[in-house]
């Protein structure tokens, strides 16, 4: 059974940084892509980055470009964010799937629990 768990959410204001983590286990990841997305009250989850072992990415999302950074070591996936603005709180949730083009349309076959950011401005 696949499992993607998060960890590094919080409260924080606004211009500040956080580390997101996100482990998965029970399979084999070597031909995933995973990455992130997020849900924000009342709004739609949208994809934020991704990265992929086959040469995809890695991509972001128009809004997190030059704020957000995306990495990857084998099956554990982190996302680094600064320069945080309010319009950034929201749940993140950790995706993976066989095909990076599902995970950019926030369709993937793996989905974490979520963790919250929250920004105060």
């Known amino acids: 059974q696949v499992v993607l768990v998060e960890s590094g959410g919080g409260l924080v204001q606004a211009g500040g940084s956080l580390r997101l983590s996100c482990t998965a286990s029970?399979?084999?990841?070597?031909?995933?892509?995973m990455g992130w997305s997020r849900q924000a009250p009342g709004k739609d989850r949208e994809f934020v980055a991704g990265i992929s072992t086959r040469g995809n990415g890695p991509y972001y999302a128009d809004s997190v470009k030059g704020r957000f950074t995306i990495s990857r070591d084998k099956n554990i996936v982190w996302l680094e964010m600064k320069s945080l603005k309010s319009e950034d709180t929201a749940i993140y949730y950790c995706?993976?799937?066989?095909?990076?083009?599902?995970?950019?349309?926030?369709?993937?076959?793996?989905w974490g629990q979520g963790t919250q950011v929250t920004v105060s401005s």
């Open positions: 029970g399979g084999t990841f070597s031909g995933y892509a």
């Open positions: 995706g993976a799937d066989m095909n990076y083009s599902a995970l950019v349309a926030v369709e993937n076959e793996y």
